[in-house]
């Protein structure tokens, strides 16, 4: 059974940093992708950072210069370093896994609330 298990989230003031773990059991990473989807109450769910088994990186524009994806795949962990948080990155901050090439899968953790505010 594959298994998403996130962990750092919590209250920081604003230009405050954390950091967000996510370890996963029970598959491989070969072909696959790790990243990081965050969701505030009444939008959608939006892609922050991704990172491939082959270590190519995908920031969107909110996180670029600000927000460090990292994934080991000897460790089967992604890490997402949040620098100079702003309160609009406050929303609950999901993992997934997922491989578009056969076989196919997707995988999301359980989600970790991440609220900036003073």
């Known amino acids: 059974q594959v298994q998403l298990v996130e962990s750092g989230g919590g209250l920081v003031q604003p230009g405050g940093s954390l950091r967000l773990s996510c370890a996963v059991s029970g598959t491989a990473f070969s072909g696959a992708t790790m990243g990081w989807f965050r969701q505030a109450p009444g939008k959608q769910r939006e892609l922050v950072a991704s990172v491939t088994s082959g270590g190519t990186t995908n920031y969107a524009a909110s996180a670029e210069d600000r927000f460090t994806i990292t994934g080991d795949n000897a460790k089967h962990m992604v890490s997402l370093q949040m620098n100079n948080l702003k309160p609009e990155d406050t929303a609950v901050y999901y993992c997934?896994?997922?491989?578009?090439?056969?076989?196919?899968?997707?995988?999301w953790g359980q989600g970790t609330q991440v609220t900036v505010s003073s």
């Open positions: 997934r896994l997922w491989r578009r090439i056969t076989p196919t899968y997707s995988y």
